[in-house]
T-cell receptor, first 112, second 113 residues
Framework: GEDVEQSLFLSVREGDSSVINCTYT??????LYWYKQEPGAGLQLLTY?????DMKQDQRLTVLLNKKDKHLSLRIADTQTGDSAIYFC????????????FGSGTRLQVQP | DVKVTQSSRYLVKRTGEKVFLECVQD?????MFWYRQDPGLGLRLIYF???????EKGDIPEGYSVSREKKERFSLILESASTNQTSMYLC????????????FGPGTRLTVT
């Protein structure tokens, strides 16, 4: 199957760390992605990780990949109100179609 | 910067009308995609195209068709709009190689009454 699952909502206080989780079922996934969608806008690619890596860091963002459990997480350090958005996890497959499979999105609310 | 533009941000149409949604990208990407986004369902792929005049069905193609006559332009057509097609429609494009990073347009919110 190609299901990608995320929790729907996360609320954190400004300055705290946020951790958004995602599970996927397709073991042939090659890349896994995190996208951000601000209100009224399209999706913006934040970062991606190749399936043979287990961690990637980019400024305040840390992506962790546990291939055994098919679990992906996005950690945002020092979360700011501008980080309030919907975050989508997505995967691409090693073979087959070029389209990505997206999760349902996690709405992150940052409280001042 | 990669730019993907969509012809309308908001559109209101009546049941039974034929609706055209246009998408243009300026980065010479081979692949183009149409998704619809509904609350709690995430993005669902309607159709995609990997070359001019080539198309493949996605997960929910029923009630939709597409056209790609030029590399930079990908159109989504609702042959006879219905109220259950009220949704946000997102267009994206990507190069035809891994990691298949997709770049999205701002979306068109379509309401069918």
């Amino acid at each position: 199957g190609e299901d990608v699952e995320q929790s729907l909502f996360l609320s954190v206080r400004e300055g705290d760390s946020s951790v958004i989780n995602c599970t996927y079922t397709d073991s042939s996934s090659t890349y896994l992605y995190w996208y951000k969608q601000e209100p009224g806008a399209g999706l913006q690619l934040l970062t991606y990780i190749f399936s043979n890596m287990d961690m990637k860091q980019d400024q305040r963002l840390t992506v962790l990949l546990n291939k055994k459990d098919k679990h992906l997480s996005l950690r945002i350090a020092d979360t700011q109100t501008g980080d309030s958005a919907i975050y989508f996890c997505a995967e691409s497959r090693r073979t087959g179609r070029r389209a990505l499979t997206f999760g349902s999105g996690t709405r992150l609310q940052v409280q001042p | 910067d990669v730019k993907v533009t969509q012809s309308s941000r908001y559109l209101v149409k009546r049941t039974g009308e034929k609706v055209f949604l246009e998408c243009v990208q300026d980065m010479d990407h081979e692949n183009m995609f149409w998704y619809r986004q509904d609350p709690g369902l995430g993005l669902r792929l309607i159709y995609f195209s990997y070359d001019v005049k080539m198309k493949e069905k996605g997960d929910i193609p029923e009630g939709y068709s597409v056209s790609r006559e030029k590399k930079e332009r990908f159109s989504l057509i609702l042959e006879s709009a219905s109220t259950n097609q009220t949704s946000m429609y997102l267009c994206a494009s990507s190069l035809d190689r891994l990691p298949y990073e997709q770049y999205f347009g701002p979306g068109t919110r379509l309401t069918v009454t």
